[in-house]
């Protein structure tokens, strides 16, 4: 398993807010690829000190993170216990990460209120973080996200592996792949298809801020993604991920039992035949529709959905193999995947520039594979607002609108 970072913080009716703090930091944490142990989450009682000792000694522990708020004061087991084997753990090993934050405490409170852990040592001379109005808000949560994050892409990049960077990406079933550097979990979002509105702006910035991050520090590696995720997941991710900002992406699709076979843009297209029905409409509008219906055929579903919902559009373009959908669980090649994506941006960009359209959204309906929607993502950079939604057959019109995001106005620079 990839290693992990320990939140400590006070849990009391004194700090009534110290759980969903924590459970904030673990959030920001996992969405941008990184493990945290939190004593709840990981052991679901009261933890003894023994436990705490072992989880705090165990390798796969490379840092803490120490909400410090007030209330620590009475707790016997963050001061005698945690902030002690923290800092004696920092003292043997320099690569581990400590961060305390403060919650509504001055930065020369710090030793007392931790009872001097760091023994001769003053903890209110460390590099501490104050945090304003002692509330630990996502934005906090986040900041320090992003800063665990970079702590863990310098670790990887300090190994000196040469290899494929491994990425898990989920967000529907209980995640069943540990052994990956950076886990991308979204499943906690979602109750089958649905998730709440305005999570998907929330993954949209944990990738970037994740893709900013091994940029910066493991810019020599290429990835290797897997995983199980919903397709608009799928194409963020790609979209994140773009070549356009240096990305060599490769992705691990597996069908109906059969091995994984790595699919990617660096794959020759196949011969497969394509074909791309188009239609038009509103002669006013300039919004382009693509429904990509490889597994299944969508055209009246899209059409149907854009009805009901006066979409208004300038084309709609239905892409599928020639000889007709693919179940699930026949096997693509990836060179059949890049022909298939490649045919259906191809025709998307020929429509835009044949109809003169400027300023327009490109509206994306999705039936294919995985490793399909990774793929597309990647093809989207030179498009502007792209609106992603996801099939529920449970819906009245069988399609959610789920996110818009801009593929071409992604910056990759840290956020503080």
Same mark, same amino acid.
Request: proline share 5%; net charge negative.
């Given at each position: 398993?990839?290693?992990?970072?320990?939140?400590?913080? &006070?849990?009391?009716? !004194?700090?009534? /807010?110290? #759980?969903?703090?924590?459970?904030?930091? =673990? $959030?920001? +944490? %996992?969405? @941008?690829?990184?493990?945290?142990?939190?004593?709840?989450?990981?052991?679901?009682?009261?933890?003894?000190?023994?436990?705490?000792?072992?989880?705090?000694?165990?390798?796969?522990?490379?840092?803490?993170?120490?909400?410090?708020?007030?209330?620590?004061?009475?707790?016997?087991?963050?001061?005698?216990?945690?902030?002690?084997?923290?800092?004696?753990?920092?003292?043997?090993?320099?690569?581990?990460?400590?961060?305390?934050?403060?919650?509504?405490?001055?930065?020369?409170?710090?030793?007392?209120?931790?009872?001097?852990?760091?023994?001769?040592?003053?903890?209110?001379?460390?590099?501490?973080? &104050?945090?304003?109005? !002692?509330?630990? /808000?996502? #934005?906090?949560?986040?900041?320090?996200? =992003? $800063?665990? +994050? %970079?702590? @863990?892409?310098?670790?990887?990049?300090?190994?000196?592996?040469?290899?494929?960077?491994?990425?898990?990406?989920?967000?529907?079933?209980?995640?069943?792949?540990?052994?990956?550097?950076?886990?991308?979990?979204?499943?906690?979002?979602?109750?089958?298809?649905?998730?709440?509105?305005?999570?998907?702006?929330?993954?949209?910035?944990?990738?970037?801020?994740?893709?900013?991050?091994?940029?910066?520090?493991?810019?020599?590696?290429?990835?290797?993604?897997?995983?199980?995720?919903?397709?608009?997941?799928?194409?963020?991710?790609?979209?994140?991920?773009?070549?356009?900002?240096?990305?060599?992406?490769?992705?691990?699709?597996?069908?109906?039992?059969? #091995?994984?076979?790595?699919?990617?843009?660096?794959?020759?297209?196949?011969?497969?035949?394509?074909?791309?029905?188009?239609?038009?409409?509103?002669?006013?509008?300039?919004?382009?529709?693509?429904?990509?219906?490889?597994?299944?055929?969508?055209?009246?579903?899209?059409?149907?959905?854009?009805?009901?919902?006066?979409?208004?559009?300038?084309?709609?373009?239905?892409?599928?193999?020639?000889?007709?959908?693919?179940?699930?669980?026949?096997?693509?090649?990836?060179?059949?995947?890049?022909?298939?994506?490649?045919?259906?941006?191809?025709?998307?960009?020929?429509?835009?520039?044949?109809?003169?359209?400027?300023?327009?959204?490109?509206?994306?309906?999705?039936?294919?594979?995985?490793?399909?929607?990774?793929?597309?993502?990647?093809?989207?950079?030179?498009?502007?607002?792209?609106?992603?939604?996801?099939?529920?057959?449970?819906?009245?019109?069988?399609?959610?609108?789920?996110?818009?995001?801009?593929?071409?106005?992604?910056?990759?620079?840290?956020?503080?």
């Amino acid at each position: 398993m990839s290693p992990q970072y320990f939140i400590s913080y &006070r849990r009391s009716p !004194g700090r009534t /807010t110290g #759980d969903a703090e924590a459970i904030r930091l =673990r $959030d920001a +944490l %996992r969405d @941008r690829g990184v493990r945290s142990w939190r004593d709840i989450d990981n052991l679901g009682a009261e933890p003894t000190e023994a436990e705490l000792t072992a989880v705090l000694q165990d390798p796969e522990t490379a840092g803490a993170v120490m909400l410090v708020s007030p209330e620590i004061r009475e707790s016997d087991v963050v001061r005698n216990v945690e902030a002690r084997r923290i800092f004696q753990r920092k003292a043997k090993d320099p690569a581990f990460l400590v961060k305390p934050l403060l919650l509504g405490l001055n930065y020369g409170e710090a030793d007392e209120v931790l009872g001097s852990p760091a023994g001769f040592q003053d903890v209110s001379n460390w590099n501490l973080q &104050r945090v304003a109005n !002692g509330e630990y /808000t996502l #934005d906090d949560a986040c900041s320090t996200a =992003r $800063d665990v +994050l %970079r702590h @863990r892409c310098i670790s990887i990049a300090a190994d000196g592996d040469a290899s494929e960077l491994s990425v898990g990406l989920f967000s529907r079933r209980i995640p069943g792949i540990d052994n990956v550097a950076l886990k991308f979990d979204y499943s906690g979002y979602f109750n089958g298809r649905v998730c709440p509105d305005g999570t998907l702006e929330i993954i949209e910035q944990a990738m970037l801020d994740a893709a900013t991050s091994i940029a910066e520090n493991i810019p020599t590696r290429s990835i290797l993604g897997e995983g199980q995720a919903s397709l608009p997941i799928g194409l963020l991710f790609g979209a994140v991920f773009s070549p356009l900002a240096g990305f060599a992406l490769t992705w691990r699709q597996a069908f109906g039992g059969r #091995d994984p076979e790595r699919w990617s843009h660096a794959v020759d297209r196949s011969q497969i035949g394509v074909n791309v029905t188009t239609t038009g409409g509103d002669v006013s509008a300039k919004d382009i529709v693509l429904a990509l219906g490889v597994s299944a055929n969508i055209e009246d579903s899209v059409a149907r959905y854009l009805r009901s919902t006066q979409t208004p559009y300038r084309v709609a373009q239905h892409v599928a193999p020639q000889d007709g959908a693919i179940a699930q669980n026949v096997a693509l090649s990836p060179a059949d995947g890049v022909a298939i994506v490649s045919a259906a941006v191809d025709a998307a960009r020929k429509q835009r520039e044949e109809l003169g359209i400027s300023g327009g959204r490109l509206h994306l309906f999705l039936a294919c594979p995985l490793a399909m929607a990774v793929l597309l993502g990647q093809k989207l950079n030179t498009f502007g607002d792209c609106v992603l939604y996801e099939h529920d057959p449970s819906a009245e019109l069988n399609y959610l609108q789920v996110h818009t995001f801009n593929p071409s106005g992604f910056t990759y620079t840290t956020t503080s």
